[in-house]
């Protein structure tokens, strides 16, 4: 990221063109700014309709202008905001009127939200709930980013550190004040057992790790079975668009298609895979290894068999549930033993096949209760919990004391509160221009 001092500007709103266009200012001329163009800075954080005016005095538009000036704003410096008409013209207009002035820039991705960080507005764990608020597709998404960006995972983590850096005291005491009939003894004798009593909440944390991966990146269900049972036309009915290639001949899915649904408020991911059997070529033989593997990432398996000629399959060890699906129930006169029979011609069935789906991805999902939001928050987690378990009553304690310390620095990093330079890039970078 670009340092700091310069004033950044950026279009805040959606693609132009559109009803209205927000572009936003921060920094340290932002309040200068409002002025040149607009001849007047409205009182702190009241919107005013204004002539906006370029150098030359031509109007560019006539429009409402807030100024928030810091640090009691988002970014907590200096902010402002245009709120244009959405033509592409007005808004490169002044943009290029920014531009032109000094120390003034377009704002890197995740800029805005980046200085808010520095600025100590927002923690890491708040910072990457409002990312997710921003790409939400589905309700849980956005509760689950409210809930995560409301303060209380930093709360939650917080509070550990804490813990662990009283025990870090208790310890140096032992150590500074070895003599002393003041050092209660829970400075050394007691020291494992507390460390051990919060590994195991940050232990029951962990487990909720697969909640926080559903909702953010959806409950993969993967559709596995002989060439011809119907994968590809059931993919396509559930989708109500073509998706895959349908023919009688075997072999017709070569590589791993994808559907997105959102059911009951949850982002499942349907993958159509290529068919299980003996290939008979090199490109065949890849897409069959690629339906293994899908299928051991599953949340849920469904295998789907040709109710015509029921065809049992060789799943590779996976972990997940299984669903038996009798395809092309239209052409048999019995079911069968399936736990669902359905027609990807006529639709038969859909309806309790999708139910199902649903029951699975809802019980998947854990409500209403704090879960790590992210792969990094489980990593930093996870060696928390390996430095607390490390802690021995036998073990010197400087060796106890420096658990501890590497234990508090994990936790640290999931809030930003040490050492997270070199994840600053990597984070907001992901962001989106004018957040």
């Given at each position: ?84 008409h ?42 990457e ?37 009283d ?14 009939e ?31 991966e ?27 668009r ?10 017709t ?11 009951g ?23 069959v ?12 398996v ?19 549930p ?49 879960v ?5 928050h ?49 984070i907001?970078s ?6």
């Amino acid at each position: 990221m670009v340092p700091s001092h310069d004033t950044i500007y950026a279009l805040s709103s959606g693609v132009v063109p559109a009803g209205i266009a927000v572009v936003r200012v921060s920094g340290p001329a932002a309040r200068d700014a409002v002025l040149a163009l607009c001849g007047v800075v409205p009182p702190a954080r009241m919107m005013r309709l204004v002539e906006i005016r370029g150098a030359d005095g031509s109007l560019i538009d006539n429009a409402m202008v807030v100024y928030f000036p810091g640090p009691g704003s988002f970014t907590g410096e200096d902010c402002a905001e245009f709120h244009l008409h959405g033509s592409r013209a007005v808004v490169s207009t002044l943009q290029q009127e920014l531009a032109a002035r000094d120390g003034f820039r377009l704002a890197e991705p995740g800029e805005f939200t980046l200085r808010a960080f520095r600025n100590g507005r927002v923690d890491l764990t708040e910072a990457e709930a409002l990312s997710d608020l921003i790409s939400a597709e589905t309700e849980l998404q956005r509760q689950f980013a409210l809930e995560q960006g409301a303060g209380r995972l930093r709360g939650l983590y917080e509070g550990w550190r804490a813990e662990i850096v009283d025990m870090m005291a208790m310890s140096e005491a032992a150590i500074d004040f070895a003599d002393e009939e003041a050092v209660p003894d829970e400075a050394g004798a007691d020291l494992a057992a507390r460390a051990e009593e919060l590994a195991g909440r940050i232990e029951a944390h962990l487990t909720g790790s697969k909640t926080g991966e559903v909702i953010r990146e959806g409950f993969r269900v993967v559709l596995v079975g002989a060439p011809n049972a119907g994968k590809s036309s059931l993919l396509n009915r559930i989708a109500g668009r073509e998706v895959a290639i349908v023919t009688h001949e075997a072999g017709t899915t070569r590589d791993v298609l994808t559907v997105d649904l959102d059911l009951g408020g949850i982002l499942v991911r349907l993958f159509d895979t290529a068919g299980l059997r003996e290939a008979e070529g090199l490109v065949e033989r890849i897409g069959v290894q690629r339906s293994l593997e899908e299928a051991r990432r599953a949340d849920l398996v469904l295998e789907i068999q040709d109710m015509q000629c029921p065809a049992t399959i060789d799943l590779p060890e996976i972990d997940a549930p299984v669903i038996r699906v009798g395809n092309k129930r239209d052409l048999v006169s019995a079911p069968g033993k399936f736990d669902v029979a359905v027609s990807a011609t006529t639709g038969q069935g859909l309806d309790k096949l999708l139910e199902l789906i649903q029951q699975h991805a809802r019980d998947a999902v854990r409500h209403n209760e704090l879960v790590p939001a992210r792969q990094r928050h489980v990593e930093l987690l996870g060696r928390c919990l390996a430095s607390l378990r490390r802690i021995d009553p036998g073990d010197e304690v400087a060796l106890r004391v420096e658990n501890l310390r590497m234990a508090a620095t994990a936790l640290g990093r999931i809030t930003g509160q040490v050492d997270v330079e070199d994840l600053l890039d990597v984070i907001f970078s992901r962001f989106c221009i004018g957040k």
